[in-house]
């Protein structure tokens, strides 16, 4: 029984892109060391502007590490992350958010009582802060706005009035994305979007994804292999902490390393 | 200021007494609440509902004992039928909603007990009476055997859950009810038990306590109030915890006692209370995790 | 014997199990084979209890046991040794041990010989006995997370990735344990990364993918024709 494939997708070559400008997301000698266990091991990449990267590995592995460490939720032991040519290692998730990093969580974090548009209003709200009364209700109308732009781009402008709670697994995460893209990011970080989907909810997202790819870089963590294979510009291997492949999809397919450590054969 | 030495000794002897009490009803809090997470905000009247019932015993055979053992049968069954309408059907939702319910039922035994009992206050007369000379003061029998009783009783619990053949059925399931009952464990059961075995204390703390302060329904108010804070600065779940924790804060009461009045006093538990979730929020005596 | 029909499983919203269908008769070694996230750990606490189904049925020896209490079908014959071991930290390895063995009807004979058994298959738990789970290293850990299991003497026991983390040589002794149980006549049904020791020790494997039965072979076949690995493990 062949399963069904994603279709073929041929991504522009990531690697042309970044060589002109600098990379957009940097990490040097990333290390994360809890008591006696290593969870990376002097990691050290560089994401170009506008790339789309996925992070693979066996479990454990240390992606949820890497994506905490970028994000602000976890201080690295030791190492930079430098994102659009500043050192942001070890801010805080609030300040990371400012610098225009947005993440998407495993478990949803949606607002469950809250309308679809409200969900992503306040997101939108985060990024024009104004304490001035005056000016607040014309910013208002440019904030709905906004929100309404990203809904259409998810796919969700047809039901803004809609409770988020009532939403189906599927749109709840693409409203998780449309908050993420509210806060204007320039790096969007995807935490298994696609986890407990149907097929036809995967395809959906892959879609989604590739659409709002255009202006953003996106760092992606995924187990699905068709996910990751269809829609990754460059993909990088984790194993124990450390960087084990770093390559096209095609590349990362063909390298026997590779295969090694997710047969252990 | 010098502090004379009889007199320090004197309120050794009265914290420790106290502290066992407080160990006592504080065991049972905290056995509930690690076993199945519930915060007992009932406890306080089971407490009172035992020395309720041990006075009517008292009241109709005039034996202390027997009216400790009623107690403690009539209140572990109470506990039992509690958990098992009200506490049961909520187990693994929102810990808002136990706290809810536990708070309920402390207003129902509450009314319960005013209008069973009615509001004049009994009485419960102590099994041995009789002082020692302890320095300038008759010190009474009867609260050292208090003391003593209490130590038994949570001696008898400790070695019950170590060796005795349902206690490992308790401790796994206090540790990992998941795991417990794959292994075979049938927690429901284990739960219900735990908590009639925490209003049992409860009730036998009521009853030992009884003869001191005579019986009405305020009796316990003070008391409960030290045993919440006493299973927190334990740590939650502790059980050694909570009887370190109860005797230092009850020799921390007696000492301030010397120079302020005992109502004062119980500010110094208060401030170790805060001091403890401010530094040490797992409990004074447990370390920290990372 | 266990019988595993469409189910359906939920984490809130999230489908996890897309309609599972799995079978392992008596005394089989059943392998579970897929990349993370597909729903194989899922799919062993639906069979557990641990997790209630929303659709489809779990039959076990013609009883029918969908979202029955983990307890009951721990007294029913099926034991489960998760993922992340979960022993009693707190107990002693002999008091961890208990915690199946002090069940009605096993008379003082049987326990011993129990005991006996265990402690031939594992030494180190002998050695060890009187010692908190929590000080076991993580390969003492999981022969005492099996030993537990066994103590419940079942007809089949649930097998979540016992070799994570295992140096080699600990994946060999747990290649040695598969093999005595499969010789008592225990069934086993193995979840694994490891592809080599699960087509050492299975007689057929299932493969998932996104919450779905993909493929389902006799492990003879897969020893001589590695494809179907590649397709639903490899990158």
Partial sequence: MTPDRLPEHSPPHGNGRGAVRSPILRTEGLTVRFGGLTALNNVTIAVPRGEIRAMIGPNGAGKSTFFNCVTGVLRPTSGRIVFDGEDITGL???????????????????????????????????????????RHHRAFVDVIDRARAVLDAVGLGDKEEELAANLSHG???????????????????????????????????????????????????????EVVMGLAHTITVLHYGEVVAEGTPAEIQANPRVQEVYLKT | MTIPFDLLLIQVINGIVTGMILALVASGLTLIFGIMDVVNFAHGELFMLGAYLGSTVFLTTGNFWLALGAAVMGIGLLGAVIQTTTLRPLLGRDPLTTILATFGLSLVLQNYALWQYGPVPRKINEPITGHFSLFYLEYPWYRLLVAVLSAAIIGGLWLFMKYGKYGIWIRATTQDRVMAAAMGIPVPLVHTVVFAIGA????????????????NHAMGLDFILRAFI????????????????????????????????????????????????????????VPTPK | MLSVQNVHTYYGKSHILHGVSIDVGPGEVVGLLGRNGVGKSTTLKTIMGLVRPSEGTITFEGRSVAGA?????????????????????????????????????????????????????????????????????????????????????????????????????????????????????????????????????????????????RHHAPAADLRRNDAVIHQYLGV
């Fill in chain 2, 200 to 215: 049992a204390m409860a009730a036998a703390s009521g009853v030992l306590f009884g003869p001191l302060t005579g019986v």
């Fill in chain 2, 230 to 285: 006493v299973v927190v600065v334990g740590g939650m779940g502790n059980l050694g915890g909570s009887i370190l924790a109860a005797i230092f804060l009850s020799l921390l009461e007696a000492f301030a006692s010397i120079w302020v009045s005992p109502a004062q006093a119980v500010i110094v538990s208060f401030v170790v209370l805060i001091l403890t979730l401010l530094f040490r929020p797992t409990g004074l005596f």
């Fill in chain 3, 69 to 213: 209490a983990p307890y009951h079908l721990a007294r029913l014959g099926i034991a489960y040794v998760p993922e992340d071991r979960r022993i009693f930290r707190l107990l002693t390895v002999l008091e961890n041990l208990r915690t199946g063995l002090d069940r009605p009807g096993v008379p003082p004979e049987r326990r011993d010989a129990l005991l006996a058994k265990v402690y031939g298959s594992f030494p180190v738990l002998r050695e060890r006995r009187n010692q908190a789970g929590g000080t076991l290293s993580g390969g003492e850990q999981q022969m005492l997370a099996i030993a537990r299991a066994m103590m419940l003497e079942p007809k089949i026991i649930l097998l979540d990735e016992p070799t994570e983390g295992l140096m080699p040589r600990m994946v060999a002794q747990i290649h040695e344990i598969i093999d005595v149980l499969h010789g008592d006549g225990v069934a086993i049904l193995l979840v694994e990364q490891n592809v080599r020791l699960t087509l050492e020790v299975s007689s057929r494997v299932y493969f998932m993918e996104k919450g779905v039965v």
């Fill in chain 1, 171 to 225: 749109e709840q995460r693409h409203l998780e994305i449309g908050i993420a893209l509210a806060t204007e990011p320039k790096l969007l970080c995807l935490d298994e979007p696609t986890a407990g989907m149907s097929v036809s909810e995967t395809r959906a997202t892959v879609e989604l994804i590739r659409q709002i790819a255009t202006d953003l870089t996106i760092l992606i963590v995924e187990h699905d292999m």
């Fill in chain 1, 92 to 134: 805080p998730p609030h300040r990371i958010s400012q610098k225009a990093i947005a993440r998407s969580y495993q478990i949803t974090n949606i607002l469950p009582g809250a309308t679809v548009l409200e969900n992503v209003r306040i997101a939108a709200q985060s990024r024009h802060h104004s304490w001035s009364l005056v």
